[in-house]
Structures are given as structure tokens and as C-alpha cells.
């Protein structure tokens, strides 16, 4: 992985296992057009891909969807990717995260990312389109009370023009149940994965928005929560105006789809199959040209293609706050090395 961090290559892969859904988001399109079980990647399929992904220096993989928990085979795919030596992260809306499936994962070194973006029924089923927040939170309530999970779980809000006066109660939310929590804006782009919603868009006021991430920056800062307040103080400059560092996929990151595709980023195109050549040749067809184009004319904030290139940018700070504080940093390391 470090070679591939030194060389500009990606070291993060973002699985999408399946277009399948059981929420009906506004914020994304993804669910308007569901995958067949047929059509995604079988076990063996992705093993195959994943061996080439590895040797190619890819260490990290996010499992997303849809919803991932939608393959009746997940946890078998967690535990291919453990076995293979990837650090496998599952993006989840929850409401399948039930105690026993919980219970499985908790026993694997993976870490879990649940997206919880209200504690208010009807901003919940604004924003996710299902009427499932208290459904959500017992699956939340169940999965705080497993001991000794061996990966870092994560409650992760989008924050809009719906939201945004929540970020602290969802904040203490997380930390009453003993998650971590992470914040992203709204925010969409081409449209391709992402969709916009004008009650979410904060395009006409967006210092709603700043002031709330600036609250986060401020209490990460407080509490020592370094790649938080990394991540929050370059959502600001994001929601600004001001954001203009170059977009890290292709280069720190890259998407594969259901169907074994690959494309730079979500707002992408897939073009070439790792079922039918390997991650290197596969790789030459993408044009990076197109996504320089992408964050000058229309940039985004998604947490796959920015969050990993801030934190490479911003080593020297990380470094330095670890000198100071190396027990916060034994957490992180522990979790995603």
C-alpha cells in the first residue's frame, strides 16, 4: 500500500456489491435502478478480482451498495476480503444490521460505518424516503451492546439543509451508544450515483451548513479527534467555495461495481470489467483528464474520493499531533492498518 501511496495509485477500493436498496434516498439514484441477484459478482468472481486487486497494492476496500446487506452472502465476503488481507469497511443504512447478523461482524476485523442522518421521524423519512428511524435506532440500541467489536463502528450523518441543526445531538448520539461518529455534506455532482433534492440543497445558504461543521471542527479539535477536524475544516473550504485540491480518484481510490466494472469515481461511467482483464490494463482505459475536468467545473465532497487524499496531504500535522497524543492515534491503527 505504500508503494501505491508513493507512485499516486489507488489503494482503496469502493465495492459497490449491489444496486439493491431498501431505502429510497433523494440524495441518490442508485435505488431507481436495482441490480439483479443474477448479475452480481459470485463469490468466486470476486475472489478472483480481489487476488489482482491485492497484488496490484489495493489494501482497503468499502463495502457499499444499495444496501450491502442485501447479498445474502456478506458476511462470507467479509470474510474472503479478511482472508485475502484487505481491511474491509461496511457502509450500511442499518436496517438490516440486526443482532445476529451484528453479532457476526463484530467477531471479524472489519469496521462498520451505519448512516444515521436524524433522530427526528420525520426528517429521517425525508431524507432516506422509508418511514424506519425507530426501527433503525433499536438496531443501533442492539449493536452498542456488543463488547469487544474488533473493528472501528462508525454512525455517519449527511448533513443538509434539513439536518444541520442536529450535528451535535447526533454527535452525542453516537458517543452515549459508543460509536465514533463522521459528517459529510450533501452534496451531488454529475448525478449519476448522486441525485438533488432542494429540500436537502443548501446551494442558497450555505452558512447554515458552515456554521455546522464548524461546531464539529471545533469540538474534534477539543477532543483531540485529529482526522475529523482534517475532514471537517476541508468540508468547510468545500461548502465555501474555496475547495480546489485536486480530486483523489483514480488516484487514491477507485470504484467496482455489481458487475466486476471499474470507473474513477461514483459520478463516473464504469468502462472496463476485472472479470475480463486485469486492475493494471484496466486502469489505462480510464481518462483522469475527465476527472481533473470533474473537480474544476463541478467539484463534490464524497468521503471515498476526498477523505483519503486529505489525510496523505496533511502527514506532517497527523504526525506531529501523534507525537503529543500517541495513545488517541492506537485507535485508528489499530482499525485501518
Not at 443474477?38 to 457499499?64: A, C, P, R, W
Request: contains cysteine; aromatic residues 10%.
Amino acid at each position: 500500500m505504500i508503494k501505491n501511496i508513493l507512485l499516486g495509485r489507488p489503494f482503496l477500493v469502493v465495492f459497490n456489491l449491489t444496486r439493491r436498496c431498501n431505502s429510497i434516498c433523494p440524495m441518490c439514484s442508485i435505488w431507481k435502478t436495482p441490480s439483479k441477484p443474477k448479475d452480481e459478482l459470485t463469490l468466486e468472481e470476486i475472489e478472483n478480482i480481489f487476488k489482482d486487486l491485492k497484488s496490484y497494492g489495493i489494501k482497503h476496500v468499502f463495502l457499499q451498495g444499495g444496501d450491502p446487506l442485501l447479498r445474502k452472502d456478506i458476511l462470507q465476503i467479509i470474510e474472503l476480503l479478511i482472508d485475502l488481507g484487505f481491511n474491509p469497511t461496511l457502509i450500511t443504512n442499518g436496517l438490516l444490521l440486526d443482532e445476529k447478523i451484528a453479532n457476526k461482524i463484530a467477531e471479524l476485523k472489519c469496521n462498520v460505518s451505519i448512516s444515521l442522518d436524524s433522530l427526528d421521524e420525520k426528517k429521517y423519512k425525508k431524507i432516506r424516503g422509508v418511514d424506519k428511524l425507530p426501527h433503525l435506532l433499536n438496531n443501533i440500541q442492539k449493536c452498542s451492546k456488543i463488547k469487544d467489536k474488533k473493528g472501528m463502528w462508525h454512525i455517519t450523518s449527511t448533513i443538509s439543509k434539513i439536518n444541520y441543526d442536529e450535528v451535535m445531538d447526533l454527535f452525542y448520539f453516537a458517543r452515549k451508544n459508543g460509536f465514533k461518529f463522521n459528517a459529510y455534506p450533501y452534496n451531488y455532482s454529475h448525478c449519476h450515483s448522486s441525485a438533488y433534492d432542494e429540500e436537502m440543497s443548501y446551494d442558497d445558504n450555505p452558512t447554515i451548513i458552515i456554521d455546522a461543521f464548524k461546531k464539529l471542527s471545533q469540538l474534534s479539535q477539543k477532543e483531540g479527534l485529529i482526522f475529523d477536524k482534517l475532514i471537517y475544516d476541508e468540508s468547510i473550504k468545500y461548502i465555501e467555495g474555496n475547495y480546489c485540491a485536486p480530486c483523489d480518484a483514480m488516484k487514491r481510490s477507485i470504484i467496482l461495481t455489481e458487475k466486476g466494472e471499474i470507473a474513477p469515481c461514483l459520478e463516473f461511467n464504469p468502462s472496463a470489467n476485472l472479470k475480463e482483464m486485469g486492475i493494471k490494463q484496466a486502469l489505462k482505459q480510464l481518462d483522469y483528464s475527465k476527472v481533473k475536468k470533474c473537480y474544476i467545473e463541478t467539484p463534490c465532497f464524497y468521503g471515498c474520493t476526498r477523505g483519503s487524499g486529505i489525510i496523505i496531504r496533511t502527514i506532517p500535522e497527523i504526525f506531529l499531533f501523534t507525537l503529543k497524543n500517541p495513545r488517541t492515534i492506537t485507535s485508528y491503527i489499530r482499525a485501518y492498518s
